[in-house]
């Protein structure tokens, strides 16, 4: 740039140097030339002026003896002589002849007009040599010599003039050098003079006044020649009167003229360079300012501004280059904004991203964006700079995670399908920095490079698939196992299978049973309907607690029935007969119907505790701790429930699964007191209900413990035994029975199955708590 | 143009050549088919001839698929090669990616399937 702009300055310095040169040089010839023309004017019109003098001096008598000269000269008897080649050389008469002419009055008088002519051409009018001392010329005559040539000659031979009179016919210094000149020889009478191309000469023949070009004699510098003719009374030229006028003086003159001239050029030239030197550099410099800008411009320096002072075109261009640089800073800095806005919309979309992303250069390093959710899958904090392979600790996995990064970007020729199935991320068991086992799937993307062609990044994005694998993994479980839909459900909400199990074959006895008791109606023993209505209150129980409130609600129908049955007369027992029987099949349809078994348990699903660890015992207590709560919930009050069975209890939880559910009924539907009730009677707030299943030395060992109302049949502070209980029947029973609890038959259900389990029981009651021992044999 | 099939099977060499001929219909005629049924052979055929197009099966016998794509590429050439094969494991596709295959179908092959793999090489090659 600097180079240039110096090339540009060379280029405006010649440009200046030239014109302002070309200027003074023709205004210098131009000047020159004029002078030299005005000054050859003046001098041609003085030789003429001289001219026309010469011609008044000379008289008639004058022009007569000299046309008289003229023709004895040119008589043809003495022209024998050849024609002469140039000057003055060819002498046409002896020297007497001459002297003869010379020594007469008329030759005389015209040679001094002569003289007087050319003296009149110097300071002094008159011939030296008779001027006193005090008079003497000081310079000499400025005409150097006066003769007249005559024209016979001339009509004999073109060209050729004969001199017939001149101003001295002896020697003389004309030039004052104190010796003579070749040029100072005379002009002899009858001389022949060679005129041919002399300038002016033919029209002073024709009759006019003339003035012939310049020469330049060797020692008496410069003259030209004046013609004027000499005329006859009848205007015929008879002769010329030359004049050979010294022009030293403007020649001279004219060459100082030229001298000065080339000093001026040189002086000029000078001038010139420096003057273009400095205005180049003048106009130049805030050109260069302005580059310097546009440079530092360049350098994305916008703050750069030009000062201006002047009001040209320079500034005008000083004041766009600093527009130029205000809007490039403003454009820049909203890029600028424009893009840190975009970085921390990328930023904000990175960190809100569920999956997985970064990316990887062709060195295979992590680059430094990725999403939060990136480091929280490999649990670790930082991820920039790390070679990818590296996040895989199984060597091989990690050389093959290598090559197919490389693959990305050393070739371009493989398809889509290809790389996809060559992918050894696709779908892997991971386990990240914090040990959790992750199930991922990684996909591989190449980003173009600015070119379009060559991959620039690899972007990676990775699905953390661990949940979705789990279900996967359950529901192919359950698809293997060749589940029925019910099993899967059971499976699926974790309700403990024994139990279900168990309450459909509860339900398949009754059935029969109630199928029985119609047949057998009329003769019925009241021991059997006792047996039947434990096992309807038995399966309420058990219906209530799963949902099947219709169920529920036809059995206490039933119970109401048998209730009353053996104390009515043969005809109203007919019609209870038929209740039965009417209530018997309803309930057949509540439970034979798989459908809505399945719905119910759908419905159970939301309830389920999915946090129940696997093991069967553990489901158990989950299951019983669940309905405790359940019932707390129902009954709107605080409970301090503990559930514990021993290992291996499982059958023992099963076999009094009726019994306990018959303990939960009565502790709510009559153990239930408010929390004022309770703080009265000096019992903490919460209910404290406690089922515990221990190991004993034969058997196991169930304590159940609550402490609300206790139970109706006991008295407060004393214990009922197995065989007590078992005593009482149904003698007990009270009338304001609800659909909970209240007939007794609760207790007698609970003490036969204890019987028929071969166990034994032991209810004790005190301090305002009941405690129910169970023991069983294995 | 011409085609070089290799598998060790002569249904799968058919099906692969009747997919082709079936998509591109009337300039089919302009293809010459070559078939071979190992990898030796082929190699002979594709010395011999101007091949611009393979499809290769994996397991053959005396010269397997990516043994013949490495001594193809070896030598320099860059005739574009599909895979015909069952192999489904990500490492073996990875080898044959990394030897120089340029595209892959997996058996059993369809033909809408096979037909969309390779149409970008008939594309390519001005079909």
């Known amino acids: ?778 | 143009m011409q085609i070089l099939i290799v598998d060790d099977s002569e249904l799968m060499r058919t099906i692969v050549e009747q997919v082709i001929r079936e998509n591109l219909r009337e300039a089919a005629a302009k293809i010459r088919f070559y078939h071979a049924a190992n990898g030796k052979d082929a190699m002979d055929i594709f010395q011999a001839e101007p091949v611009s197009l393979v499809f290769l099966d994996w397991n053959m016998p005396v010269l397997d698929g990516v043994e013949f794509v490495r001594e193809i590429r070896g030598s320099g050439n860059k005739v574009p090669i599909v895979m015909i094969t069952s192999v489904t494991d990500s490492e073996k596709i990875l080898q044959a990616a990394a030897a120089g295959v340029n595209s892959y179908v997996e058996k059993p092959i369809r033909g809408p399937q096979l037909w969309d793999q390779i149409a970008m090489f008939f594309r390519h090659a001005g079909f």
């Open chain 1, 1 to 778: 740039m600097l180079k240039s702009l110096f090339n540009f300055r060379f280029r405006l310095t010649a440009a200046i140097f030239l014109v302002a040169l070309g200027a003074t040089v023709t205004g210098l010839v131009y000047y020159y030339l004029n002078a030299k023309r005005q000054i050859w004017s003046q001098m041609s019109n003085r030789v003429k002026d001289f001219g026309k003098i010469g011609v008044t001096l000379m008289n008639a008598d004058d022009l007569r003896y000299l046309e008289k000269l003229d023709t004895n000269l040119n008589d043809t008897r003495r022209n024998t002589a050849p024609v002469p080649v140039s000057g003055a050389t060819l002498s046409a008469l002896a020297d007497d002849e001459k002297i003869k002419i010379i020594r007469t009055t008329p030759f005389q008088i015209i040679v001094q007009k002569l003289r007087r002519l050319r003296f009149a051409s110097g300071k002094s009018a008159v011939y030296e040599s008779i001027l006193p001392a005090g008079l003497e010329a000081t310079a000499e005559p400025q005409i150097h010599r006066a003769w007249i040539a005559g024209i016979k000659m001339h009509v004999h031979a073109p060209n050729f003039l004969r001199v017939l009179c001149a101003d001295e016919f002896e020697e003389i210094d004309r030039n004052n050098n104190q010796r003579i000149d070749p040029e100072e020889s005379i002009y002899h009478i009858g001389d022949v003079f060679n005129a041919r191309g002399l300038t002016g000469l033919s029209a002073a023949l024709a009759g006019e006044v003339t003035v012939g070009s310049g020469y330049r004699s060797e020692h008496s510098g410069v003259y030209i020649s004046g013609y004027t003719p000499l005329k006859n009374a009848k205007g015929e030229v008879i002769a010329l009167l030359v004049i050979d006028f010294s022009a030293a003086t403007e020649f001279d003159a004219l060459f100082r003229l030229k001298v000065t001239g080339y000093y001026i050029i040189i002086a000029a030239l000078l001038f010139s360079i420096m003057a273009a030197a400095t205005t180049s550099r003048f106009l130049l410099r805030p050109l260069e300012v302005m580059q310097k800008a546009a440079v530092r411009i360049g350098q994305r320096d916008f703050s750069v501004r030009v000062a201006t002072q002047s009001r040209d075109e320079l500034a005008d261009l000083a004041f766009a280059l600093n527009l130029m640089a205000q809007e490039l800073g403003e454009y820049s800095t909203q890029m600028e904004r424009r893009i840190a806005a975009r970085t921390s919309e990328i930023s904000g979309i990175l960190e809100a991203l569920e999956q997985g992303i970064l990316t990887v250069d062709n060195r295979g390093l992590i680059q430094s964006e990725y999403s939060a959710a990136t480091l929280r899958i490999f649990a670790t904090d930082d991820l920039a700079n790390r070679k990818f392979s590296t996040l895989f600790e199984n060597e091989k996995l990690a050389q093959s995670v290598d090559r197919f990064i490389n693959l990305f970007f050393s070739r371009n020729d493989i398809s889509v399908q290809m790389l996809e199935k060559a992918n050894p991320l696709r779908e892997i068991e991971y386990i990240n920095g914090a040990g959790a086992t992750k199930n991922l799937r990684f996909s591989f993307r190449p980003l173009f490079a600015e070119d379009g062609t060559t991959v620039g990044r690899l972007l990676v994005s990775i699905v953390d698939d661990t949940d979705e694998a789990k279900l996967r993994e359950r529901i192919t479980l359950a698809e293997t196992q060749q589940r029925s839909e019910l099993d899967t459900l059971m499976n699926l909400i974790r309700i403990p299978q024994p139990i279900l199990e168990a309450f459909i074959e509860q339900q398949e006895a009754y059935l029969s049973a109630g199928k029985d008791l119609i047949i057998r109606f009329d003769a019925l023993d009241p021991a059997s309907v006792t047996a039947f209505a434990q096992q309807v209150h038995a399966l309420k129980g058990n219906a209530l607690q799963l949902g099947f409130d219709e169920l529920g609600t036809l059995l206490h129908r039933i119970e109401d029935y048998l209730e009353v049955m053996l104390r009515q007369t043969p005809y109203d027992r007919r019609f209870t007969r038929h209740e039965i029987s009417q209530i018997l099949n309803l309930s057949e349809q509540a439970i034979i119907s798989r459908e809505t078994l399945v719905s119910r348990i759908r419905h159970l699903i939301g309830a389920a505790d999915n946090s129940a660890a696997n093991s069967q015992l553990s489901r158990l207590r989950a299951f019983w701790l669940s309905k405790i709560q359940e019932r707390a919930a129902i009954a709107g009050i605080q409970i301090a429930p503990e559930v514990s069975f021993a290992d291996g209890s499982e059958r023992v939880v099963g076999q009094l699964h009726n019994v306990i559910v018959q303990l939960l009924r009565n502790t709510f539907a009559h153990g239930i007191e408010s929390a004022a009730e309770r703080q009265s009677r000096g019992k903490p707030a919460e209910l404290s209900i406690r089922l515990i299943i221990t190991r004993a030395m034969t058997g196991f060992a169930v304590t159940y413990y609550e402490d609300g109302r206790g139970f109706a049949q006991i008295a407060q502070g004393s214990t009922l035994t197995l065989a007590e209980l078992l005593q009482k029947g149904l003698t007990g029973a009270q009338r304001s029975a609800t659909l909970e609890a209240g007939r007794g038959l609760g207790m007698d259900f609970i003490a036969s199955s204890i019987q028929s389990l071969r166990g034994d029981l032991r209810i004790t009651s005190q301090n305002g708590s009941t405690i129910i021992h169970i023991t069983l044999p294995d």
